[in-house]
């Protein structure tokens, strides 16, 4: 069966600094992937999105991913953090013809 | 701004009493979803409409009962619940019924079953 797993639980950054956030998917072709972003009391706001194409995609508020074929990976990037970075951060898989899966989600945490 | 609206966005219930949850989209997509976000779970895909039609429901129990009187509403009734179903309810638009097309949230609404 298909799944998403993003190993990290909670992440914490200082402002400024670069950020990763990592998302590992479990299906036997390449679905289409997805980043989504969930502040306090609201609800997700897509991020970025990859179907085909170059592996390395460039999503709203300088959030960019990177698709590794290789490693099933879908990895979540941005060079510096701000403190309205801090959110939850979910990473779903769509495979073709079937519904969307999300992972369990990364909260990050921003020190100032 | 999501253009999509929930109400209410706090519901506390016991679990004798049937109460409604309401979604409206702005945005002229014709696909609605209900999620439902549990602590420490994935978010979960309930029941997905596209054009007034339910399409998909992801053996969601009978208790949760959902309705599209036409494109740009959706609810979800709600009857009998227990403690577990206390969660975040999430509604959800896009343009079309299709995996890649962007889905567009509503901020939800918090449910408490007592």
């Known amino acids: 069966a298909q799944s998403v797993t993003q190993p990290d639980i909670h992440i914490t950054v200082s402002e400024g600094a670069s950020l990763e956030l990592r998302c590992n998917y479990s299906?036997?072709?390449?679905?289409?992937l997805f980043w989504y972003v969930q502040s306090p009391g609201q609800g997700l706001q897509l991020l970025l999105k990859y179907f085909s194409g170059d592996t390395l995609v460039q999503g709203i508020k300088g959030f960019e991913a990177e698709f590794k074929r290789s490693q099933s990976s879908f990895n979540l990037r941005k060079p510096s953090v701000h403190w309205s970075d801090a959110a939850e951060y979910f990473c779903a898989v769509a495979p073709r013809y079937d519904k969307i899966i999300f992972g369990k989600g990364t909260r990050l945490h921003i020190l100032p | 701004e999501t253009g999509v609206t929930q109400t209410p966005r706090h519901l506390v219930m016991g679990m004798t009493n049937k109460k409604s949850l309401k979604c409206e989209q702005h945005l002229g997509h014709n696909a609605m979803y209900w999620y439902k976000q549990s602590a420490k779970k994935p978010l979960e895909l309930m029941f997905v409409y596209s054009l007034e039609e339910r399409v998909e429901n992801n053996s969601v129990p009978s208790r949760f009962s959902p309705e599209c009187p036409n494109s740009s509403h959706l609810f979800l009734h709600l009857h009998t619940l227990q403690p577990e179903d206390s969660a975040l309810y999430l509604c959800?638009?896009?343009?079309?019924?299709?995996?890649?097309?962007?889905?567009?949230f509503g901020p939800g609404t918090r449910l408490t079953v007592l």
């Open positions: 299906y036997g072709a390449t679905p289409y």
């Open positions: 959800a638009s896009s343009q079309e019924r299709s995996e890649f097309d962007t889905q567009y």
